[in-house]
């Protein structure tokens, strides 16, 4: 039974225009492990190409010309195995040129970074083979598919040799939305709440190999537990399978992450120095952009400053429950998640977890509040009292949204079980963090406070102070 793809509108769509295009194309499909970048391809093509290769996990190049010449065979009848990727490209040129069908001759090499070996001159000779013949033939459409984002960017995306501007497409693949994960939990026959459904998001994120693990017969606590917690549950050593396959260097790339995993606000550059113990060269600027461009981590601004103030922040769901939940877990509970329903800590995890969920869903965000065509600009801002500032306590605001009609929405993001009630004393609160912002940043803009909650603001004496409110329906649209 052929399965269904949920969401990609958009990627099914420059798919098809480069099938219906009259030149050769070359598309180059990136994005994070699991998160569904083979299934899009091989189901929007039916697997039906003039050849297929996948690259093989830290083998050597002749393990991996070996895989070449067995899909050869399959596809052409030729086992030949090619004296390095020059001879290979060049079979692959004859096959096609003898190949006969109507329409684009399409070419999915999958996992392309791991075809790339030491010495290889993987590069090169695929640079030859697309320069040199396959772009001017006019019927090709190749496939670059990979999950290093590093990799595909430099070698392909910002390649200054042979393939400088030669990737007419790029689908960077992300993982679904709110929306989009309840569509593919109800083709699975998982008919959860959305509070559940957000959870789980703040938990595994939207990525579809993840959400392949839940069944229709458990909660989504037991879920939770048979895939994290339970005897060899399948996601309880993800973590470094995860970081494995992205980087060369895993260990420094986790220290940042770990860093990161224990301050809320996230950490400057110079902070990281300091917490890691890492060198300030070249080398953490790399490790800062491959997790970057891999969405492991957010670059944000503090309102009003610099961008050589900026903030880096652990923005993945995964990563931020491993080191809340997995790594330090010496239990085995496999019930851990049922049984820790109640216990603070998680709360205070789900209170952070779902600020970042808004993050993520920021254009639900804007929807939400009426403000999607307006120009705005995303930061996060923090003051710390001084001595003698008897009148000022430290305030914290995690998102403004700085919007061009001369407008700041300071946003509250909390997540809870019903209806938000505003007491007395958060009444105080947030009326401290809209005077102490609007002093501290000089701004002569209008602020509106809006609330983000799973269910809402309850009415009350206090309320009033709302002038606008998303909940957590909004998120899904």
Not at 34 to 59: D, E, P, S, W
Not at 60 to 70: G, H, K, N, W
Not at 327 to 341: A, F, G
């Amino acid at each position: 039974m052929e399965q269904k793809i949920i969401g990609r509108a958009y990627e099914m769509q420059l798919l098809e225009q480069c099938v219906q295009s009259k030149e050769s194309e070359l598309v180059v499909v990136y994005g994070r492990r699991r998160v569904g970048k083979t299934f899009l391809v091989n189901q929007f093509f039916k697997n039906k190409y003039a050849f297929k290769l996948t690259g093989v996990y830290h083998q050597p190049t002749s393990v991996q010309l070996e895989r070449f010449a067995t899909q050869m065979e399959e596809y052409s009848g030729d086992s030949t195995i090619p004296e390095n990727w020059y001879k290979a490209f060049d079979m692959l040129k004859k096959h096609l040129q003898q190949t006969t069908t109507q329409g684009k001759k399409v070419v999915f090499i999958d996992e392309m970074p791991w075809l790339d070996t030491e010495e290889s001159n993987f590069v090169a000779a695929f640079e030859q083979f697309w320069n040199g013949w396959a772009s001017a033939e006019g019927d090709i459409l190749l496939i670059a598919c990979g999950s290093a984002t590093s990799w595909m960017t430099n070698k392909l995306l910002a390649n200054q040799g042979g393939l400088f501007n030669r990737c007419g497409t790029r689908l960077f693949v992300r993982p679904f939305t709110l929306k989009e994960t309840e569509e593919y939990l109800l083709s699975k026959e998982i008919e959860w709440t959305r509070y559940d459904i957000a959870e789980c998001y703040m938990i595994m994120g939207g990525f579809p190999f993840y959400l392949k693990q839940l069944s229709p017969k458990w909660t989504y606590t037991q879920n939770i537990d048979n895939v994290f917690f339970k005897e060899k549950g399948l996601l309880w050593d993800e973590f470094s399978h995860l970081y494995d396959t992205f980087f060369k260097q895993p260990e420094n790339h986790i220290a940042v992450v770990e860093a990161l995993s224990k301050k809320r606000m996230g950490l400057t550059r110079n902070e990281i120095i300091k917490a890691t113990k890492l060198h300030d060269n070249g080398n953490l600027t790399t490790i800062l952009d491959n997790l970057t461009n891999n969405e492991f981590i957010r670059p944000y601004n503090y309102f009003g400053k610099k961008k050589q103030d900026t903030i880096y922040q652990l923005t993945d769901f995964y990563s931020m429950f491993y080191f809340s939940y997995i790594k330090d877990n010496y239990s085995r509970d496999p019930h851990y998640w049922t049984n820790h329903m109640d216990d603070p800590s998680r709360r205070s995890w789900a209170g952070y977890t779902f600020e970042q969920l808004c993050l993520y869903h920021l254009d639900q965000v804007k929807q939400a509040i009426g403000i999607s065509a307006v120009q705005c600009e995303v930061s996060a801002w923090f003051h710390k009292s001084a001595e003698g500032e008897e009148r000022k306590r430290g305030a914290q605001i995690d998102l403004l949204i700085d919007r061009r009609d001369r407008v700041i929405n300071v946003c509250e993001m909390k997540f809870s079980i019903n209806e938000f009630t505003i007491n007395k004393d958060y009444e105080a609160v947030l009326r401290n963090k809209m005077e102490t912002f609007r002093e501290e940043s000089k701004t002569q803009k209008a602020l509106q406070l809006t609330m983000i909650t799973t269910y809402g603001v309850k009415k009350n004496m206090y309320s009033s102070r709302v002038q606008s409110e998303v909940v957590l329906d909004d998120l899904f649209g």
